[in-house]
């Protein structure tokens, strides 16, 4: 990963590899595919299993209980045992309190956190430095306007994720099955390297990876049959596209 005063133009192809404070460091994400892919909101062992065989660079438990992915932490502490220490095991959170974030942590062995709400800057630098875990935050994209508001973000997080907006009137502030303009994101630089999500498939990633410029790429809706059910089989072709692209 590139440092914080170095550039990266979008997912560093080997991963994150983080230090905070010298204490908890997110594993490198293993060099098995050009695009790095996350699957998220996993929550059987079938899925986790997919993934890992896959190639998945990181793996997503949802902690958000409007979320119908949402696991629980000794669930998810459970699933994390299938996942050798080489993938980063992400934990995504929506605008969550100390008391939360301190209860999951204490039982699931996450290696990043992933905010996923309307975290503040000076909140996402608190809860990196507080829990000593590397933090991801998710950006909605809907115009070209909204990539301004990343640049509060590059000093104090690890790595920027650009998901979809939510559709009007929607619970959960990701895993909607939409998609944005990728090609808002093409040529774009950042001082961390950053992950693309809001409802990519096999059958579109190609052209948002090519559009975007993306090198990392999160999946959630576009490998289940209904929202909160992943299809093993889904995973494995989304995996198996993405190690050719």
Known sequence: MAGRGQVAPS???????????????A????????????????STPEAVDAAVAGGAAFVGFVFFPPSPRNVSASLAAGLMHRVPASIVKVGLFVDPDDAFLEEVLHNAPLD?????????????????????????????????????KAKAYESVVDRLLFDAPPPKGATRPGGNAQSFEWSLLKDRRWTVPWMLAGGLTADNLEDAVRRSGAHAVDVSSGVEDAPGQKNPDKITAFLDLASRL
């Open 27 to 42: 594993p490198a994400c293993p060099e098995r595919a050009v695009i790095a892919v996350k699957i998220c909101g996993l």
């Open 11 to 25: 997912g560093s192809r080997t991963g994150p590899s983080v230090e905070v404070a010298g204490t908890h460091a």
């Open 112 to 148: 990043m956190i992933q905010l996923h709400g309307k975290e503040t800057p000076s909140r996402a630098a608190y809860i990196r430095k507080h829990f000593q875990r590397p933090v991801m935050k998710a950006l909605a994209l809907g115009v070209e306007s909204d990539l301004e």
